[in-house]
């Protein structure tokens, strides 16, 4: 990126341009950016200047002495009143009538969005635009009381005589009558008229239209403290108070523009944060109920203990004052034994004389405690001080980061320095962010807001995406592992509003301390992207250098400067945390070997035998039927044959089932999606659809079935399939040429308890075929995974009857059948080894067209065994190359086994990659392909003990960099994805700051609920 990318493009500039001056003004709209009538503007300073004309009224009459000046104010505040209704119901009747006015088409998007067409000085388009009116009924009415008591009060506050009492100068009076009464001009037209977007903006909407009752809000202060100045004597630090506020009454507007005061929803939980903290020693909270119960407890407490007498507290105040010193919560010494001893007793038999001594160890906590207010603001300052000084210096000295302006930039500020100093302690006092102006050296005073910086309550949005998933896993165990670190004093000084940073592999972990108390904690978790931009990457890469050079050195330098002086990030500790590492690797030369390809089929057939073998002897009921069976005696089992099709009659018949039949697509391109597995399941489902379920060819006849009970007969809904002419054909095969299907006889009576699902015998396949095909089952596999079978509470009985059930050929013929014709959908049955494009298709659910592919699809639950199966025997092939060739049946078997007991294998987007991931499967297998190196890859998550490695953040450039996004994304509206204030900075990690923010500002991809933590 070019240092000199423009902090805002054209259109954001033409659109800043004009939004600002409105701003500034409080709604006024001269620079519309197209050609206007001249009555718009004349308009707008008619509507700006009304307040004045009728606060001039009652000023005239008061200097005249022909009223007095509550009169006055009552006369001027009754006329804007009047003058507030007129405005807004003028708008409703303007609604009412308005018409659809065509607008002219034009190529910028702004002067679309902000062009009218107007008629006349008076006409709907004209009111509409200068008056847009409010969402409430409510509202209406509330404003344009607010509007006539702004107007009265701000007359009497700014009546000459009372302001020359003040200052005793005629040519002062005059100034501050004049700039007054542009300031409740300001006021009066945002609240009435027209309400300018404001730069301190805390909400991303306004829905109950708050932000017009700002600018009133502190005019209505501004007057409270006058009018305690008048009805309150003898108070001198009042007036120097109301001296002072009439001064920067004036100035009003230009900190409104500067986005130095809050709005009122802001405004209000900073306050009941900022007393409950400091005055009323406690936290803040973490969320805002919490916040709100917990300021009217404390301040509900503060006011009782004003009614208790003090005779009584003053000896119970001195004994809890003392129970809290840390002294107590060390080791037992005798100095403290005696020392508290002889306090508590002095304390309850000589209150008085306990004073001092409770004086002086009062001081001693005061100057040594790092907790005391003062302490803390000190600590602010100096944080704030560092973060200036590192944007600054870090404008010249990062090349990336160095612009044209820089130069002058620096300069100015070292000729301002004690301006900016100004600015730093303001920021402190108030406890409010250091703004840097699109992160540039350029800082203003951010408004007051929470210690959270955000309106919304902590983990309620997140940019879920499929890596959500890892941090819901690692969140709970990350957590309890927090909370020794924290008892430990390993993360410092806990404090809310402190910001951590984890760091492991590609995840990042950003933790914030929302609320802190005596023995407890709640702290917020999220996570970031793991898909990382070039920004993301520079950022994180400091990010583990920083944390290599504290964790990781083999030797320890004597004396030695700090390389990373002035990053936000500080080292603390390294936390062990059982959660899944992420390895990728190269599986060409693997996947892509003729040798192992060829033994992929036959290892496939195996694989096959023993997942259905697994799943029939595992079906619910299986071993209640054990039971039951061993109980009965043997009866006969009597069920349909299998390969009694008669042969093609054809030569034909056999061509059809070429390979051009069987594999409709090849390996030219091995993410072709035509045709897919997926589009034949539709066809299918479309079908289903359809009255009946299959399609009647005019003229033929159904043939009997096995279960139907009539001969030669046409069912009822074959009436419906009558209708059908207008859909393709459907070549049933054989199937209907099959008169009836003969009864066959387990030999053994046990077989039925691992035999094959009814529907998965049905027969797709040709005869000759599948004898062709039932040359490549294992037989002597089929028999020893049968015999490793341990479904039998009575172990003597087991190995006869596993015997017997291997030995029953009507079994084995199913099971030859099922796998031969699942082998057959996933490969066809060409001799030839599989491409590896066909490998990877298939591991993806792609299947090539073939006549058994609608026989395997319609019974999803053995198509995915099938596909499971084809899964475990990549991994099989991957395992065998890495690891060796299997010697026996045995050692394949404990492979398998493995694989069914801590593995999932599948792809990266299953739902069930998911849930294995939250149950804690131990390793986890997908395969992949990057079409860009066009390599063959493997992924294994393995879930294992690891270290986390946590670093502090610096919370006032956390702070500082929140409050600029604030701005430039909600006023400036610069949501430029290449923005300047968006690139990469290694000791601001700007990007990842950026990237925490709560949304829609930020984009984190998890964010827990308040977490609370047990410290002790």
């Known amino acids: 990126m070019s240092p000199d990318v423009p902090l805002l493009n054209d259109y954001k500039q033409d659109f800043f341009l004009k939004r600002f001056p409105q701003t500034v003004l409080g709604g006024p709209r001269f620079k519309l950016g197209y050609c206007a009538p001249p009555y718009i503007y004349v308009n707008q300073i008619i509507l700006f200047l009304m307040p004045w004309v009728w606060g ?81 009924v409510a509202n209406t009415v509330f404003h344009s009381i607010l509007a006539g008591l702004a107007c009265g009060l701000g007359t009497w506050y700014l009546l000459p005589n009372r302001i020359t009492l003040l200052y005793g100068s005629t040519g002062g009076t005059a100034l501050l009558f004049f700039f007054g009464w542009m300031t409740l001009c300001i006021a009066e037209y945002s609240l009435i008229v027209n309400t300018a ?43 120097h108070m109301n001296q002072i506020l009439h001064i920067l009454f004036v100035f009003l507007p230009f900190l409104w523009a500067l986005g130095t005061l809050p709005p009122p929803d802001a405004l209000l939980l900073w306050a009941m944060e900022q007393v409950l903290e400091f005055g009323l020693g406690g936290s803040s909270m973490s969320t805002h109920l919490r916040l709100l119960v917990m300021f009217i407890m404390s301040a509900g407490t503060a006011i009782a203990s004003y009614f208790i007498p003090s005779t009584v507290v003053s000896p119970f105040a001195m004994i809890a004052f003392l129970s809290l010193d840390s002294s107590l919560q060390g080791l037992h010494s005798v100095s403290v034994c005696i020392g508290f001893t002889r306090a508590f007793r002095m304390v309850w038999q000589n209150t008085e ?113 499929a890596d959500t998933v890892y941090y819901y896993q690692m969140v709970p165990r990350l957590t309890a592992v927090l909370q020794t670190a924290m008892a430990a004093g390993s993360l410092g000084l806990l404090l809310p509003g402190s910001h951590y940073l984890g760091r492991f592999q590609d995840r990042l972990m950003w933790i914030m301390i929302l609320e802190c108390g005596y023995t407890y904690c709640s702290i917020n978790i999220k996570g970031l992207e793991l898909q990382e931009t070039s920004c993301h990457t520079a950022e994180a890469r400091r990010v583990d250098e920083v944390f290599e050079d504290a964790f990781e050195q083999e030797y320890t330098r004597v004396c030695s400067l700090n390389e990373h002086f002035g990053n936000v990030l500080t080292p603390c500790t390294v936390l062990p945390v059982k959660l899944y590492s992420d390895a990728r690797n190269v599986l060409s030369g693997i996947i892509d070997s003729h040798e192992n390809l060829k033994e992929f089929k036959g290892d496939l057939i195996k694989v096959l035998v023993w997942i259905l073998v697994q799943y029939c002897s595992k079906r619910p009921g299986m071993k209640e039927n054990v039971h ?10 009597m069920l349909p044959a299998l390969n009694t099709l008669p042969p093609p009659k054809s030569p034909e018949d056999i061509d059809s089932l070429n390979s051009e039949t069987f594999n409709d697509w090849s390996d030219d391109n091995i993410f072709d999606d035509e045709p897919t597995i997926k589009k034949v399941i539709e066809e299918k489902h479309q079908l289903k659809d359809l009255p009946g379920t299959n399609l009647f060819i005019p003229g033929s006849v159904e043939s009997q079935r096995v279960g139907d009970h009539s001969t030669g007969t046409v069912p009822e809904n074959d009436l419906y399939k009558a209708v ?19 009864l066959m006889e387990f030999s053994c009576s046990h077989s039925h308890l691992v035999c094959l699902p009814a529907e998965w015998r049905t027969s797709c396949m040709p005869s000759s075929k599948m004898k062709e095909m039932s040359s490549l089952f294992p037989e002597d596999w089929y028999q ?46 060409d001799n030839m080894a599989p491409s590896p494009g066909h490998i990877l298709r298939v591991y993806g659910g792609v299947l090539p067209w073939s006549v058994a592919l609608d026989w395997l699809t319609e019974k999803p639950e053995l198509f995915q065994l099938a596909l499971k199966a084809f899964r475990y025997t990549l991994k099989l092939m991957i395992d065998k190359a890495s690891l060796g060739p299997i010697e ?96 990469a900075h290694p000791l601001l990690l700007r990007n990842l700051t950026v990237q925490a923010a709560e949304p829609p500002l930020g984009y984190p991809i998890y964010s827990s609920k308040p977490l609370h933590i047990h410290l002790y």
Not at 821 to 828: A, E, H, I, N
């Open 56 to 136: 001039g009224v009652g000023t005239l009459l008061y200097q005249l002495g022909i009223l007095k000046d509550y009169y006055t104010a009552a006369l001027s505040g009754g006329l804007m009143l009047f003058t507030a209704f007129v405005i807004q119901f003028t708008s409703l009747y303007a609604k009412n009538k308005s018409t659809t006015v065509e607008r002219i088409l034009t190529t910028d998007i702004l002067a679309e969005e902000d062009e009218h067409e107007f008629t006349s000085c008076t006409g709907a388009e004209t009111v509409k635009f200068l008056i847009p009116g409010k969402k409430y």
């Open 197 to 239: 977007t404001e730069t301190a903006t805390f909400q991303t909407q306004d829905t109950y239209e708050i932000i017009p009752l700002m600018r009133p809000l502190y005019i209505f202060f501004f007057v409270s403290v006058d009018l305690a100045h008048r009805f309150v004597v003898n108070m001198p630090a009042l007036e």
């Open 353 to 465: 004389n306990a004073l001092l001594e409770t004086v002086i160890v009062s001081t001693v906590h005061l100057i040594s405690s790092t907790d005391i207010w003062w302490n803390r603001s000190l600590d602010t300052g100096l944080r704030l001080l560092l973060f200036a000084v590192t944007v600054l210096l870090t404008s010249w000295t990062e090349k990336k980061q160095r612009r044209k302006t820089t130069a002058t930039l620096c300069i100015l500020n070292i000729v301002f320095s004690p301006f900016v100093l100004v600015i730093i302690v303001f920021s402190t006092l108030l406890s409010s962010p250091l703004l840097p102006l699109f992160t540039l050296p350029v800082f203003l005073v951010g408004f007051p807001r929470p210690i959270q910086s955000w309106p919304g309550a902590a983990g309620t949005t997140a940019c879920v995406c």
């Open 628 to 637: 039951n069976t061993e109980n009965k005696g043997k009866a006969p089992l």
């Open 724 to 742: 059908l002419l207008g859909y393709p054909a459907v070549d049933k095969g054989k199937q209907e040429d099959m008169p009836y299907i003969p």
């Open 784 to 829: 020893f995974v049968l015999r490793q079978l341990e479904c039998y509470h009575s172990e003597e009985k087991a190995s006869n009857v596993l015997e017997e059930i291997a030995k029953d050929k009507v079994l084995k013929d199913f099971y030859v059948h099922t796998v031969m014709t699942c082998y057959f959908s996933l490969f066809g049955i």
């Open 888 to 983: 026996d049946f045995r050692e394949l078997i404990k492979y398998l086994e493995e694989y069914e007991r801590d593995w999932y294998i599948g792809l990266v987007s299953d739902e069930k990659w998911k849930e294995a991931i939250l149950q804690e499967k131990p390793y986890l297998f997908s395969l992949g392909y990057d079409s860009n190196m066009g390599i063959y890859t493997g992924r294994v998550l393995s879930l294992q003990e690891l270290l986390i490695q946590v670093g502090k953040l610096n919370p006032e450039a956390v702070r500082g960099q929140w409050a600029n996004l604030s701005w430039e994304l909600l006023y400036a509206t610069n949501d430029d994805e290449e923005r300047y204030s968006i690139q």
